[in-house]
């Protein structure tokens, strides 16, 4: 089973407000993603990161703001919530250089914005 | 950049019968295909994956095929059981300089096992 946790788990929120969900990965893989998942199953990469310091935005647009300042620790920050980020946003981390390129994925947080 | 397409999007099979989902891909030079499983309340989790080298992989229950010619690959899950019921995802790196261990996934098959 993979070292990734994601907290919360789940979050009800009201509009406007600030919010960080927070992933964390003791397995030291270096590539760190944040995925946004919708109702109707699909992934959507919002952010990635390839080693401290490294930040990029990911294939679907998002508001949000991610920082990488230690390898273990990969926060993603809603300056002001809206209803139109409710959504399950998943963590994943692999291992750079490594034979195969599975990602391993936290259990995910439920983000509610009222 | 890579394009994975998956089918069905839903999948309804009784206790005991196979399941088949299948995924084509567009960039003929992707080379590792990995499957994963996404459980209730859970994350994906990968179950089987293969590489361009090989036509098919077997785990248990579990099998995927690969026709690089054709460029799709399929999981193949025989006997089934309720605890198969999940929604399972495909995926394919994209390559190029920029894509780094980024996976492009299929968009989900939910799969339900009725007893």
């Known amino acids: 089973e993979a070292d990734i946790y994601q907290t919360p788990r789940y979050l009800v929120i009201g509009t406007g407000k600030k919010i960080t969900l927070e992933c964390s990965q003791t397995?030291?893989?270096?590539?760190m993603y944040w995925y946004q998942q919708d109702p109707g199953m699909e992934l959507h990469l919002i952010h990635y990161?390839?080693?401290?310091?490294?930040?990029e935005k990911g294939d679907l647009s998002s508001e949000s703001t991610v920082s990488r300042i230690r390898t273990e620790h990969f926060p993603l920050t809603l300056e002001s919530a809206r209803p139109s980020h409710t959504s399950q946003y998943l963590c994943?981390?692999?291992?750079?250089?490594?034979?195969?390129?599975?990602?391993?994925f936290g259990p995910g947080t439920r983000l509610t914005v009222l | 950049g890579e394009n994975v397409e998956q089918h069905p999007s839903t999948l309804s099979v009784q206790e005991g019968d196979s399941a088949v989902i299948k995924c084509t891909y567009s960039?003929?030079?992707?080379?590792?295909f990995p499957w994963y499983k996404q459980e209730l309340g859970k994350g994906p989790q990968l179950i089987i994956d293969?590489?361009?080298?090989?036509g098919e992989k077997k785990d248990q229950r579990i099998a995927v095929t690969l026709n690089k010619t054709a460029k799709h690959f399929s999981l193949h899950i025989t006997e089934t059981q309720p605890e198969d019921s999940a929604v399972y995802f495909c995926?394919?790196?994209?390559?190029?300089?920029?894509?780094?261990?980024?996976?492009?996934f299929g968009g989900g098959t939910r799969v339900l096992v009725k007893p």
């Open positions: 960039d003929s030079a992707s080379n590792y």
């Open positions: 397995m030291g893989h270096d590539k």
């Open positions: 995926a394919a790196p994209p390559l190029g300089p920029a894509a780094g261990n980024k996976l492009t």
């Open positions: 994943a981390s692999s291992q750079q250089g490594g034979l195969t390129d599975t990602q391993y």
């Open positions: 293969i590489r361009s080298n090989v």
């Open positions: 990161s390839y080693g401290v310091n490294s930040t």
